[in-house]
């Protein structure tokens, strides 16, 4: 029987630090380990010690690949050898799960709506997976085009951020920064974590906690899509308002409509809070990451390094670390970014 | 008595690796340890193994730190305390010298043409040095200007490239590359470095030499700048033709007018050749690089990148590292190359 769509994630056991340990072995020589960098001018800016962990070089350009290609691979270890991987996903996603399903030798079938940057289409494609699009202005329904696809090829969906393997593979983020961070002899006051679904933030929060637990953890959403801090608040899971009403935001990356269940059981138990930037906030930081770092950051992989610049939290005489999740900005809207947040950082 | 400028360099003895070694212990914990990085994309695309050198995320935003802080390292532990650093450059070197002395404590003087980016003046100074412009346009002379402060401040010259110094604290680029390759175990084929006065492909093939002496190192210029491949040819120090004259290139960090005497009888001695690559090749790579390896990469930096995408090495079935020495380019300039670039790549 196939596997049911993200909507109706079965409960399942949340993973442990011993899981994330096991995804870091299944990932040693295939994910990149990735630098965990220093500038003295950021340092100077907030008055403290800012630690960029740069997953923008990651495979695939974000953490992505990480998660899935943790999945897939339970998947074949556990005998269950799938037919064929489908996951739904407009960007990230799409891209990791193409590149470590072609890894471990599993055709992947990617639904993707028809208008989606072409870069990303083309990418996905190139990883060697089969894009379906659907038409999302006309109203089609990814969980629809994906069932279909399934029940038709006995596939296997591998959900973007509801499952402990997910959740497993992205906490190797964490745990490769607070041991790279004690390498050079300095213990994290805090860590930033863009968040979307709540998987990255929750991985990196259950490895921090076992291996760093003085240090506090926060998701970092945009402005008018804080749906995880809200719920942090609210102790229980509350959604973003639908698209339209909670206006616009250029973070394509993190516009997941409310928190996910399994991540949220984890956010909520050990996260210190949740930090929302705006979209101006964002480009800010997307030109500093140009001209000071060079590092292209696309806007969702920028949240956090937005919330260190606007003094969101307060870094004067503490260590912070900050995730930059993703790369995978096209030209135009990088552009722009620098044009609007150029002179203002 | 002050320095003299860099056109009567005395004759000095050229450094080896032993120096290159002792640079390398005064840089620890003062320069970033760039990562070698690699990309499934393009090792498919060459059809063999690029290791890139991110130099783009050294101190100061290239490689010219390394020489700055071991040259005015030495000056501080021959005991001869200099009491103003100075150095003349409209670009990378004038960041890397003024970062340097900074942090050691001395004060600089750098003379920048009054027309250089605006950021390349504003960020020399946020290093802590003082800029004195000169105006290029109106025939003003860069080197007058230095004799004037030198003599006046009792200061002493930082030369750009033509400096035992200087050329053993690029070397280290060399030596971690070499390194870094064989502890994933690869050994290299062949290494190429951006050129202009040619310091960093100078201790690049210094250290190669001692440490993968099987290994060919190629300085990688613009066209119509291509000194070093022509001198290497006649095996004597040839001149580009006059600005204007030679055309045009937008690689603003490789225009020296001539291989220094002490870097090209290193390279003339341990090169396996020069390349070039035109403007159009160089944008490509800068859009490349920030499509995929989501680096930013100044035109200059990205010279020995463009060789390896436009083939003008085969790399199939081979292991070549490409340094990518800086990235600091303003948004404009960054911009106009991807729009140029992007879709040909």
């Given at each position: 029987?196939p596997?049911?769509?993200?909507?109706e994630?079965?409960?399942e056991?949340?993973p442990d630090?011993?899981?994330?340990?096991a995804?870091?072995?299944r990932?040693?020589?295939q994910?990149v380990?990735?630098p965990?960098l220093?500038?003295p001018?950021?340092?100077a800016?907030v008055?403290?010690?800012?630690?960029i962990?740069?997953e923008?070089?990651?495979?695939?350009?974000?953490f992505k690949?990480r998660g899935a290609?943790?999945?897939?691979?339970r998947?074949?270890?556990?005998g269950?050898?799938?037919?064929?991987?489908?996951?739904?996903?407009?960007?990230?996603?799409?891209?990791?799960?193409?590149?470590a399903?072609?890894?471990l030798?599993?055709?992947a079938v990617?639904?993707?709506?028809?208008?989606?940057p072409?870069?990303?289409?083309?990418k996905?494609r190139a990883y060697?997976?089969?894009?379906?699009?659907?038409d999302?202005r006309?109203g089609e329904s990814r969980e629809a085009?994906?069932?279909?696809?399934?029940a038709?090829?006995e596939?296997?969906?591998v959900r973007?951020y509801?499952?402990?393997?997910?959740i497993?593979?992205?906490g190797t983020?964490?745990q490769?920064l607070v041991?790279?961070?004690?390498s050079r002899?300095?213990?994290?006051?805090?860590?930033?974590?863009?968040?979307?679904?709540?998987?990255?933030?929750?991985?990196?929060?259950l490895?921090v906690a076992e291996?760093?637990?003085?240090?506090?953890?926060y998701a970092?959403?945009?402005e008018?899509f804080?749906?995880?801090?809200?719920s942090?608040v609210?102790?229980r899971r509350?959604?973003?308002?639908?698209?339209?009403?909670?206006g616009?935001?250029f973070c394509?990356?993190?516009?997941?409509?409310m928190?996910?269940a399994?991540?949220?059981?984890?956010?909520d138990?050990?996260?210190?809070?949740?930090?929302?930037v705006?979209d101006?906030?964002v480009?800010?930081a997307?030109a500093?990451?140009f001209?000071t770092?060079?590092l292209v950051?696309?806007?969702?992989?920028a949240v956090?390094?937005?919330?260190?610049?606007?003094g969101k939290?307060?870094?004067?005489?503490?260590?912070?670390a900050?995730?930059?999740?993703?790369g995978?900005?096209d030209?135009?809207?990088?552009?722009?970014?620098?044009?609007e947040?150029?002179g203002?950082?």
């Amino acid at each position: 029987m196939p596997s049911s769509p993200a909507s109706e994630a079965p409960l399942e056991t949340p993973p442990d630090a011993v899981a994330i340990e096991a995804a870091a072995h299944r990932l040693a020589g295939q994910a990149v380990a990735t630098p965990l960098l220093e500038w003295p001018e950021l340092n100077a800016q907030v008055g403290g010690r800012v630690l960029i962990k740069a997953e923008t070089l990651q495979r695939t350009g974000s953490f992505k690949f990480r998660g899935a290609f943790n999945k897939i691979s339970r998947l074949l270890e556990s005998g269950q050898k799938p037919r064929t991987i489908v996951a739904y996903s407009s960007g990230n996603h799409a891209q990791g799960v193409a590149a470590a399903a072609g890894l471990l030798g599993l055709p992947a079938v990617i639904v993707m709506p028809a208008d989606a940057p072409a870069i990303k289409l083309a990418k996905t494609r190139a990883y060697g997976a089969e894009v379906v699009t659907y038409d999302r202005r006309g109203g089609e329904s990814r969980e629809a085009v994906a069932e279909a696809i399934l029940a038709e090829r006995e596939g296997t969906l591998v959900r973007p951020y509801d499952d402990p393997d997910i959740i497993a593979g992205q906490g190797t983020v964490g745990q490769e920064l607070v041991s790279q961070a004690a390498s050079r002899g300095v213990t994290l006051d805090a860590v930033l974590v863009p968040c979307s679904g709540g998987g990255l933030v929750a991985g990196c929060a259950l490895a921090v906690a076992e291996r760093s637990p003085g240090t506090r953890v926060y998701a970092v959403e945009p402005e008018g899509f804080d749906d995880t801090r809200r719920s942090l608040v609210a102790h229980r899971r509350l959604a973003n308002r639908p698209a339209g009403d909670a206006g616009h935001s250029f973070c394509d990356a993190l516009l997941a409509p409310m928190p996910g269940a399994l991540t949220f059981a984890i956010n909520d138990r050990l996260l210190a809070g949740g930090l929302a930037v705006s979209d101006a906030e964002v480009a800010r930081a997307m030109a500093f990451a140009f001209r000071t770092l060079k590092l292209v950051v696309e806007p969702g992989g920028a949240v956090a390094l937005a919330a260190v610049l606007a003094g969101k939290i307060d870094c004067r005489g503490r260590s912070v670390a900050v995730v930059c999740s993703g790369g995978n900005v096209d030209a135009e809207t990088f552009c722009r970014a620098l044009a609007e947040g150029d002179g203002q950082g």
